[in-house]
């Protein structure tokens, strides 16, 4: 099997979980809220709630992968048989029983810990599976730049999809529609968690010699490992609290409608639309990520990144509601999102540097309990995103459009509520990001560090 395959290969992994993660991250508050009927508060908890159970069995999985020994490896059969499990999970999560507000609320909290510990089930083994694919630094880099690459292609065609499924399968407005809008995209997905499987191999044969309490041991007095813990929840509070406020911010800023022309062409400005030219500023993102971490290295591309993401998000603030603002709009779109395009191979690089680092120091091989801390950060990240912008829009008095009130006169949000989509698009994020500036100062693996280290490794393996 050429090398060219297996990147592609490994990417159509993370193009599975990432349609999944960014319909969930970006439309589930929505859901919860204006389709499926519960409050903000009640949806706001339900996140971050959800993120508890998390931290516990994302280590538990790294733990159980990372001992885990088949004729497939240790991380790949988990991609065959967790699969189907992963797409009817989804598929529960966008179903909107016809029960009184406490069954549904209860369903939501079963169907969304089940949701998320079957893709904490999935997605920490193949996460866990860059760290024993190859041995070389930089080609765990292209690997992970393939993933991201595939990742946001992923995207791009779930959310530009979304809506018009919804749509056209019973209405945005209806859970039926939703729910439809899911079998087929968990259709897909399970498709694409099986020919990852297929397509790719595990290289290095890595075997843990300690005892589960020597690993936490080594993973808590593991410097690197706590920075780039802190960095990525940034990246992670990032891009969720953007991502949760862009169908809020389309239903109540931008108006019902507005149309973009360009030469006789026109077409609908709509949350969809906006969040999937994003994603092809990721993919232009990830494909230029390689020659810079190469150039700079991995922590000079990560601090100007996410200097870059401040500034641009602080701007955002700034463009007016017009026809010329809805251009700069999507302009500014996608320059955050080329940004944040190359900090996502670059973490999961970074993280795959972490896991050599840990072998060569601690002599233990827990690749798949670090790679597994890189989930629990994406999903804090996630809850703590999620869950902080729905109660700063219930605190700032957001009116959701719940189905009691689809019949009744359009709302009109008061101004406070306004004001505050406009800082959760703006000034919120580019705050996170000076503070991910901050936390990755003092990281520690440089380019130069990791050279010494792999040729450390190589020997010690060779042993």
Not at 223 to 238: H, V
Not at 328 to 350: D, E, F, K, N, R
Not at 408 to 424: D, T
Request: glycine share 8%; with cysteine; aromatic share 16%.
């Amino acid at each position: 099997m050429s090398k060219l395959l297996r990147h592609i290969g490994y990417g159509f992994g993370d193009m599975s979980s990432s349609m999944f993660w960014k319909v969930f991250s970006y439309y589930l508050p929505f859901f919860y809220s204006n389709i499926f009927g519960l409050s903000l508060k009640d949806a706001g908890i339900i996140l971050l709630v959800t993120r508890i159970w998390d931290a516990i069995s994302d280590p538990m999985m790294g733990i159980i992968a990372d001992r885990t020994q088949t004729r497939w490896g240790k991380y790949r059969p988990y991609l065959l048989f967790v699969a189907p499990l992963f797409s009817i999970a989804g598929i529960l999560l966008f179903t909107t029983p016809d029960w009184g507000y406490t069954a549904k609320l209860v369903w939501a909290y079963v169907t969304y810990i089940l949701m998320m510990t079957v893709y904490t089930g999935i997605n920490v083994p193949y996460g866990a599976m860059l760290g024993v694919m190859t041995d070389d630094s930089n080609e765990k880099t292209v690997y992970s730049s393939f993933r991201m690459f595939f990742a946001y292609g992923g995207s791009f065609l779930a959310l530009f999809l979304w809506e018009p499924l919804c749509n056209a399968l019973g209405g945005y407005d209806s859970p039926q529609g939703w729910f439809w809008a899911m079998v087929i995209i968990a259709a897909a997905c399970f498709v694409l968690f099986i020919c990852c499987f297929l397509l790719t191999k595990e290289e290095l044969k890595t075997v843990s010699t300690v005892s589960i309490g020597s690993d936490f041991k080594a993973l808590l007095s593991n410097k690197p490992w706590w920075l780039l813990i802190g960095a990525a929840l940034c990246f992670n509070l990032f891009c969720t609290v953007r991502g949760a406020t862009v169908a809020y911010y389309f239903a109540d800023i931008i108006p019902a409608e507005t149309r973009l022309n360009i030469g006789g062409w026109s077409f609908l400005f709509y949350a969809g639309l906006f969040l999937a030219v994003g994603e092809v500023g990721n993919m232009i993102g990830v494909a230029t990520c390689v020659p810079l971490a190469g150039r700079f290295g991995k922590k000079t591309t990560f601090i100007a990144v996410n200097i870059g993401l401040c500034v641009l998000s602080v701007l955002f603030f700034f463009i007016p509601v017009s026809q010329p603002g809805f251009w700069l709009m999507l302009v500014a779109q996608v320059l955050i999102s080329l940004l944040t395009g190359i900090m996502s191979p670059l973490v999961w690089s970074m993280y795959a540097d972490v896991s050599d680092y840990a072998e060569q120091r601690y002599k233990t091989a827990s690749t798949g309990l670090i790679f597994s801390s890189s989930s629990m950060a994406q999903k804090f990240g996630g809850a703590i995103g999620g869950s902080a912008a729905l109660w700063l829009l219930a605190a700032c008095g957001y009116i959701t459009q719940s189905p009691i009130t689809n019949d009744q006169l359009p709302i009109v949000q008061p101004e406070s509520a306004l004001l505050c989509l406009r800082y959760l698009m703006s000034f919120i994020p580019a705050a996170v990001s000076l503070i991910a500036v901050l936390v990755v100062s003092f990281y520690p693996l440089t380019t130069a560090r990791m050279k010494e280290i792999d040729a450390e490794l190589k020997i010690q393996r060779a042993q």
